[in-house]
């Protein structure tokens, strides 16, 4: 059991993948460390968000996930 | 009657609507909208992609909200995940209502609503190779209607 991150949209081509498991329990510092260098700006903007388990974060900074958690990272939705 | 649905595969907006209609006996009015891929300039295909904890669930509640905001009877809201091509119907949205102006509404705020606040993402494919598609200013001002 880990912590799976699901990579949408565009982040999928930053994360060169779908999706990654990552060593639970986590909070945000820790995501945005295990993450690394590529990820920070789309971490800290605010027109990305975090769902954890299929619920949207209202304030991702206060993300707290264990094993067997699902985080998805959710980059602005495309329009028409 | 409520349809709300992610197809993986293309899908006959007609045959859709002719049995949603037959659903929804003693109705006064029926509004469509179907959407297509646009065969915009050097675009060979569409790929959309969607979150399944998300994207269904979150249709389902756009359907709440037009339900305690219109008049309605009926509610179809179709739409496509995957590669598609230009033509191909990407979404359909149809409501069945007493009057014509709940229908004509409801898909108007359906639509609003999928194109700017639902969980696709969308990248297109050209011969250099695959673009993500970025929201536009437009699709806010167009949500912002219902505000």
Not at chain 1, 13 to 18: C, F, I, L, S
Not at chain 1, 24 to 39: E, H, K, R
Not at chain 2, 11 to 40: H, Q, Y
Not at chain 2, 115 to 129: I, L, M, V
Request: include cysteine; hydrophobic fraction near 45%; aromatic fraction near 8%.
């Amino acid at each position: 059991m880990a912590i799976r991150v699901v990579f949408l949209g565009s982040l999928r081509d930053v994360a060169g993948g779908d999706e990654r498991d990552l060593d639970g329990p986590l909070d945000w510092d820790g995501l945005v460390d295990a993450l690394g260098d590529a990820f920070l700006w789309h971490l800290h903007s605010a027109r990305v968000r975090i769902a954890v388990n299929g619920i949207v974060l209202a304030n991702k900074e206060a993300l707290a996930v264990c094993d067997g958690d699902e985080i998805a990272l959710l980059p602005p939705v495309s329009g028409g | 009657m409520r349809d709300i649905r992610l197809l993986g595969d293309p899908f006959d907006p007609g045959a859709l609507i002719g049995s949603f209609m037959d659903a929804n006996r003693g109705l006064g009015g029926i509004c469509t909208f179907v959407g297509k891929v646009r065969g915009s300039e050097g675009a060979l295909a569409l790929e959309l992609t969607h979150y399944e904890p998300l994207t269904l669930p979150g249709m389902k509640a756009l359907a709440d909200q037009a339900f305690a905001r219109f008049d309605l009877m009926g509610l179809l809201m179709i739409h496509r995940i995957g590669k598609l091509h230009p033509g191909e119907p990407i979404v359909c949205v149809s409501a069945a209502a007493k009057h014509r102006r709940d229908a004509i509404d409801t898909v108007d705020f359906c639509m609003d609503h999928l194109k700017s606040a639902a969980w696709f993402w969308k990248r297109e494919q050209r011969a250099e190779g695959w673009h993500w598609i970025e929201p536009r200013a437009q699709d806010h001002a167009d949500i912002a209607r219902w505000k």
